[in-house]
């Protein structure tokens, strides 16, 4: 069984940075894309960012310009860096995989709480 383990999510201010790490149970490359999903109280898990298995990029409107998605192919994570930070950034972040194009994603983590609050 494939396990996503999220981490790095905590505490920080408004306009403050956070950097989120997920690492895989194997190869990053097993999977067609990595990506970031969150999910704020109260409303409908949204779009981060994803990253293809050939380092294709996307990103929600709301984060863009201020997170960037990477990874490293040698320690299997994929990770968030997010920059200028909003109270409305506030949510459950999940990383996620998938082996497969339409439909949902095949794996999740357990998700990391990250708060912008001054």
């Known amino acids: 069984q494939v396990q996503l383990v999220e981490s790095g999510g905590g505490l920080v201010q408004p306009g403050g940075s956070l950097r989120l790490s997920c690492e895989t149970s194997?190869?990053?490359?097993?999977?067609?894309?990595l990506g970031w999903y969150r999910r704020a109280p109260g409303k409908e898990r949204e779009l981060v960012a994803t990253?293809?298995?050939?380092?294709?990029?996307n990103y929600g409107d709301s984060v863009k310009g201020r997170f960037t998605i990477s990874r490293d192919t040698s320690k299997n994570t994929v990770a968030l860096q997010m920059n200028s930070l909003k109270p409305e950034d506030t949510a459950v972040y999940y990383c996620?995989?998938?082996?497969?194009?339409?439909?949902?994603?095949?794996?999740w983590g357990q998700g990391t709480q990250v708060t912008v609050s001054s």
């Open positions: 990253m293809t298995s050939t380092g294709i990029t």
């Open positions: 996620a995989a998938r082996t497969s194009w339409g439909g949902n994603w095949t794996y």
């Open positions: 194997r190869t990053i490359f097993s999977f067609l894309a």
